[in-house]
């Protein structure tokens, strides 16, 4: 029994620097986290400077079980200190930005905020360089700590003084919520409140005299122990309420991302920090080398912790989805059998070359039917078979003659040195063939001439490559639709996160914005960017333009002589110009290739045949990234639109907006509309 009683020390200070440990991941993974997907909001900011100072205290408790004087044990513990002095101030400010999320007014607290900002700052001085708050070393391993200064009394009050204001701050948060869910928030953070501050505060310095002998010593480390095991909990339900602040997305994917970041991060980390500092025990019993130990241990941690996670997936879906997994299921099959451009290029590009193999010709094209006009996806052969089906003005009156064939697969129409099939909707009844696009090859001989065989296995191809144009226009129509949709999307995850909360008349409301709001939010507004600039230089899409409402072309109408249709356009050419890169301009380098279309299409006026020839990028290629630069321009507008800044200090007339590009151009302007 004595011998236990020997032993217990060591064993409750090493389970005390292990859970100091865990602490210390769990704070910087949190960290890392919140500022990772909720920087953008003062909530999470302040959270994350709280869970720094979490951080830094708990790694200064880790580091002083491995110093060997005192003197080194001083350095760290007034380093612990830096986290413990700025931890009043931490609470206060992320409290009130709890607050003022409840539209609360809150002029007198920003000036105890100060207060406190000031008074941590200079605890944190006197207590790294001076002796006014802590004084000198105690060193008694595995207890050490420093001995209180004059101060220090006066600073524990100011530190239970902020704590209580902080806690008051959130209580009075959560009684202004009017929704339960809200009010379910809040009570989380109420419960998880106290716990950084619990944890961290120094009481040895104040109660360490008090504790002589080693039964003492034993009773501090179990206290540690147990405090420091409600923190752990109470950290984690903290940054669990913190993670909903100011995101828009579902409280689904919150959760998920959470669950799957904190078992992928920190749990694996924890695990393997606890197993390396098992690895001395487990070598003595084992009498192998450490660093073979250690090798192994960590390498079946890290990989036995990666398979469970993925055998687990689907649990964690059922706990997290729930009555959504039909609907979740769906969306990641679509994500699954989504075909990319580069995926239907290549599936096109393997078909002709098989095609070609099979009718020993050099050369062969699919293009794709837009509208009235004809798209070419893939190009095999010769570096100049593209031209020369390019070269070609007539293919619209080859398919009209290739229709009126019996057997479309045995007998293509032989056209400008190319045998044509036209590819047909599949499915489609003869009386009504809708047409998906056109496939050629280089005429093996004037007449087309195809055996049995061939015939057999080219009515198999073209039916091939005419669905995957039709699938290919299907889900073009999904992406259509997923672009119109997703700014609402994003607009009813706006509404859905103001939180309705008891306010004075006099208060301005989050929904204000909402209730009156910006352009950008429509779903239609990358249509309205698409249409003004189709109408740069004048013309009825620019001049009854819905983006004249936005609150940048209001503010640049005084730089436009009070025109509102040259201020959109001031706004449109500034938010190009924003997009060119750095450098002298070039036609080939993929960095400026949006900025080019941009240029030549809106800004010259070019056609696009001209355009994809400089650029030496097929038609087709060129409707892709244009819309593609489109919406980096629409994406621009909507920065331009948010920004808190000054709006005059984007206004810089640049190549496309009012300078002398306008001068040329004036001749060009639509006669409908002159602005």
Same mark, same amino acid.
């Given at each position: 029994?004595?011998?236990?009683?020997?032993?217990?020390?060591?064993?409750?200070?090493?389970?005390?620097?292990?859970?100091?440990?865990?602490?210390?991941?769990?704070?910087?993974?949190?960290?890392?986290?919140?500022?990772?997907?909720?920087?953008?909001?003062?909530?999470?900011?302040?959270?994350?400077?709280?869970?720094?100072?979490?951080?830094?205290?708990?790694?200064?408790?880790? #580091?002083?079980? =491995?110093? &060997?004087?005192? %003197? *080194?044990?001083? +350095?760290?513990?007034? !380093?612990?200190?830096?986290?413990? @002095?700025?931890?009043?101030?931490?609470?206060?400010?992320?409290?009130?930005?709890?607050?003022?999320?409840?539209?609360?007014?809150?002029?007198?607290?920003?000036?105890?905020?100060?207060?406190?900002?000031?008074?941590?700052?200079?605890?944190?001085?006197?207590?790294?360089?001076?002796?006014?708050?802590?004084?000198?070393?105690?060193?008694?391993?595995?207890?050490?700590?420093?001995?209180?200064?004059?101060?220090?009394?006066?600073?524990?009050?100011?530190?239970?003084?902020?704590?209580?204001?902080?806690?008051?701050?959130?209580?009075? #948060?959560?009684? =202004?919520? &009017?929704?339960? %869910? *809200?009010?379910? +928030?809040?009570?989380? !953070?109420?419960?998880?409140?106290? @716990?950084?501050?619990?944890?961290?505060?120094?009481?040895?310095?104040?109660?360490?005299?008090?504790?002589?002998?080693?039964?003492?010593?034993?009773?501090?480390?179990?206290?540690?122990?147990?405090?420091?095991?409600?923190?752990?909990?109470?950290?984690?339900?903290?940054?669990?309420?913190?993670?909903?602040?100011?995101?828009?997305?579902?409280?689904?994917?919150?959760?998920?991302?959470?669950?799957?970041?904190?078992?992928?991060?920190?749990?694996?980390?924890?695990?393997?920090?606890?197993?390396?500092?098992?690895?001395?025990?487990?070598?003595?019993?084992?009498? &192998?080398?450490?660093?073979?130990?250690?090798?192994?241990?960590?390498?079946?941690?890290?990989?036995?912790?990666?398979?469970?996670?993925?055998?687990?997936?689907?649990?964690?879906?059922?706990?997290?989805?729930?009555?959504?997994?039909?609907?979740?299921?769906?969306?990641?099959?679509?994500?699954?059998?989504?075909?990319?451009?580069?995926?239907?290029?290549?599936?096109?590009?393997?078909?002709?070359?098989?095609?070609?193999?099979?009718?020993?010709?050099?050369?062969?094209?699919?293009?794709?039917?837009?509208?009235?006009?004809?798209?070419?996806?893939?190009?095999?052969?010769?570096?100049?078979?593209?031209?020369?089906?390019?070269?070609?003005?007539?293919?619209?009156?080859?398919?009209?003659?290739?229709?009126?064939?019996?057997?479309?697969?045995?007998?293509?129409?032989?056209?400008?040195?190319?045998?044509?099939?036209?590819?047909?909707?599949?499915?489609?009844?003869?009386?009504?063939?809708?047409?998906?696009?056109?496939?050629?090859?280089?005429?093996?001989?004037?007449?087309?001439?195809?055996?049995?065989?061939?015939?057999?296995?080219?009515?198999?191809?073209?039916?091939?490559?005419?669905?995957?144009?039709?699938?290919?226009?299907?889900?073009?129509?999904?992406?259509?639709?997923?672009?119109?949709?997703?700014?609402?999307?994003?607009?009813?995850?706006?509404?859905?996160?103001?939180?309705?909360?008891?306010?004075?008349?006099?208060?301005?409301?989050?929904?204000?914005?909402?209730?009156?709001?910006?352009?950008?939010?429509?779903?239609?507004?990358?249509?309205?960017?698409?249409?003004?600039?189709?109408?740069?230089?004048?013309?009825?899409?620019?001049?009854?333009?819905?983006?004249?409402?936005?609150?940048?072309?209001?503010?640049?109408?005084?730089?436009?002589?009070?025109?509102?249709?040259?201020?959109?356009?001031?706004?449109?050419?500034?938010?190009?110009?924003?997009?060119?890169?750095?450098?002298?301009?070039?036609?080939?380098?993929?960095?400026?290739?949006?900025?080019?279309?941009?240029?030549?299409?809106?800004?010259?006026?070019?056609?696009?045949?001209?355009?994809?020839?400089?650029?030496?990028?097929?038609?087709?290629?060129?409707?892709?990234?244009?819309?593609?630069?489109?919406?980096?321009?629409?994406?621009?507008?909507?920065?331009?639109?948010?920004?808190?800044?000054?709006?005059?200090?984007?206004?810089?007339?640049?190549?496309?907006?009012?300078?002398?590009?306008?001068?040329?151009?004036?001749?060009?302007?639509?006669?409908?509309?002159?602005?």
């Amino acid at each position: 029994m004595d011998g236990f009683w020997s032993l217990l020390p060591a064993l409750l200070d090493f389970l005390n620097v292990a859970l100091s440990s865990v602490l210390v991941i769990l704070a910087f993974s949190l960290l890392a986290y919140t500022l990772t997907y909720n920087f953008r909001d003062s909530v999470a900011r302040w959270f994350a400077l709280l869970l720094a100072c979490v951080a830094l205290s708990y790694a200064a408790e880790v #580091a002083l079980d =491995r110093v &060997l004087s005192a %003197a *080194s044990a001083a +350095r760290w513990l007034r !380093l612990q200190w830096l986290g413990i @002095a700025m931890l009043p101030a931490a609470y206060y400010l992320f409290s009130l930005a709890v607050l003022r999320t409840t539209n609360y007014r809150m002029s007198r607290r920003r000036w105890i905020a100060a207060v406190g900002v000031v008074l941590s700052f200079l605890s944190a001085a006197s207590a790294l360089f001076g002796d006014q708050i802590v004084g000198e070393v105690v060193y008694r391993p595995p207890i050490s700590y420093l001995q209180p200064g004059p101060l220090f009394w006066p600073f524990a009050a100011y530190f239970v003084a902020a704590l209580g204001l902080s806690f008051a701050n959130v209580w009075k #948060a959560r009684a =202004r919520c &009017l929704t339960d %869910a *809200s009010r379910q +928030r809040m009570t989380h !953070l109420l419960i998880a409140f106290g @716990a950084p501050a619990v944890g961290i505060f120094p009481y040895l310095i104040g109660f360490g005299r008090f504790a002589p002998d080693d039964q003492s010593g034993v009773l501090i480390l179990v206290a540690a122990l147990m405090v420091n095991s409600a923190v752990a909990v109470l950290l984690v339900l903290m940054a669990y309420a913190v993670a909903y602040f100011g995101v828009l997305t579902p409280d689904r994917v919150v959760r998920y991302r959470l669950i799957r970041f904190f078992f992928r991060g920190p749990v694996v980390a924890i695990v393997v920090i606890l197993a390396v500092q098992t690895v001395p025990r487990i070598e003595r019993l084992l009498g &192998l080398p450490r660093d073979i130990v250690l090798f192994s241990v960590i390498t079946g941690v890290i990989v036995l912790s990666q398979l469970i996670l993925s055998v687990t997936k689907t649990l964690v879906d059922r706990l997290v989805y729930r009555e959504d997994r039909d609907e979740i299921a769906w969306l990641r099959e679509l994500d699954r059998r989504l075909l990319a451009t580069s995926d239907v290029r290549q599936f096109l590009e393997n078909n002709l070359a098989a095609l070609c193999e099979l009718l020993r010709v050099p050369s062969g094209f699919v293009a794709a039917t837009a509208g009235p006009d004809l798209m070419l996806e893939a190009v095999i052969g010769p570096a100049d078979t593209r031209e020369a089906v390019i070269a070609v003005d007539d293919w619209g009156e080859a398919l009209t003659e290739a229709l009126k064939q019996e057997d479309i697969a045995a007998h293509p129409l032989s056209h400008r040195g190319f045998w044509v099939w036209p590819l047909l909707e599949p499915g489609s009844e003869n009386g009504e063939r809708r047409v998906v696009g056109i496939l050629g090859v280089k005429a093996r001989t004037e007449t087309p001439l195809l055996t049995q065989d061939e015939a057999a296995v080219l009515d198999r191809m073209v039916a091939s490559v005419a669905r995957a144009l039709m699938d290919r226009q299907l889900q073009q129509r999904v992406f259509e639709a997923l672009r119109r949709i997703i700014p609402d999307i994003e607009r009813i995850q706006q509404m859905r996160n103001v939180v309705p909360y008891q306010t004075h008349e006099s208060d301005e409301s989050p929904t204000s914005a909402l209730l009156n709001p910006s352009p950008i939010h429509s779903p239609e507004f990358e249509v309205w960017v698409k249409d003004a600039l189709s109408h740069y230089w004048g013309g009825p899409k620019l001049t009854r333009s819905p983006l004249v409402h936005l609150r940048v072309v209001g503010e640049a109408i005084d730089r436009a002589n009070g025109n509102p249709t040259k201020a959109l356009r001031l706004v449109l050419g500034t938010a190009i110009e924003r997009l060119r890169p750095d450098g002298r301009q070039s036609l080939s380098t993929p960095e400026w290739l949006l900025y080019n279309i941009l240029e030549m299409r809106f800004i010259q006026g070019r056609k696009v045949r001209e355009i994809a020839d400089r650029l030496a990028i097929s038609e087709s290629d060129l409707y892709r990234k244009q819309r593609v630069a489109i919406g980096q321009v629409a994406r621009v507008l909507t920065e331009m639109e948010q920004s808190n800044g000054d709006l005059f200090d984007w206004i810089d007339p640049a190549p496309g907006a009012l300078n002398g590009s306008e001068a040329k151009r004036v001749k060009e302007e639509s006669p409908t509309g002159s602005s």
